[in-house]
């Protein structure tokens, strides 16, 4: 059974950090890019970052390039996200998800596989 699991949501202060990690099962996680999407309330979904099966590549969102960090260990089957600076507009559920190593890195949510169900993050100001 395939699993994506998010965790290290919460509420933080802006100018603080939290940590969130994707631990998956179920699949060959080296073989899969990891991305990062948002969903803000009454929004849309939107791309964060995205790494590469083999970490080699990485993309950010030019609203969150030098304030967030992801990373992976694929050893772990876990992708982190390192999110320092936060502001109250990165406030949203933060959904980790898969993509097959073909598509490389992508920002397109129809890429990707597999998907967990969420973290909430409340960025308060």
């Known amino acids: 059974e395939v699993q994506v699991v998010e965790s290290g949501g919460g509420l933080v202060q802006a100018g603080g950090s939290l940590r969130l990690s994707c631990a998956a099962s179920?699949?060959?996680?080296?073989?899969?890019?990891i991305g990062w999407f948002r969903q803000a309330p009454g929004k849309e979904r939107e791309w964060v970052v995205c790494?590469?099966?083999?970490?080699?590549?990485?993309f950010y969102e030019d609203s969150v390039q030098d304030r967030f960090t992801i990373s992976r260990d694929n050893a772990k089957n876990t992708a982190y996200l390192q999110m320092n600076s936060l502001k109250p507009e990165d406030t949203a559920v933060y959904y980790c998800?898969?993509?097959?190593?073909?598509?490389?890195?992508?920002?397109?949510?129809?890429?990707?596989?597999?998907w967990g169900q969420g973290t909430q993050v409340t960025v308060s100001s």
């Open positions: 179920g699949f060959t996680f080296g073989a899969y890019g």
């Open positions: 790494i590469s099966n083999t970490g080699g590549s990485i």
């Open positions: 998800a898969a993509a097959p190593a073909r598509y490389y890195c992508s920002r397109y949510g129809t890429m990707y596989d597999y």
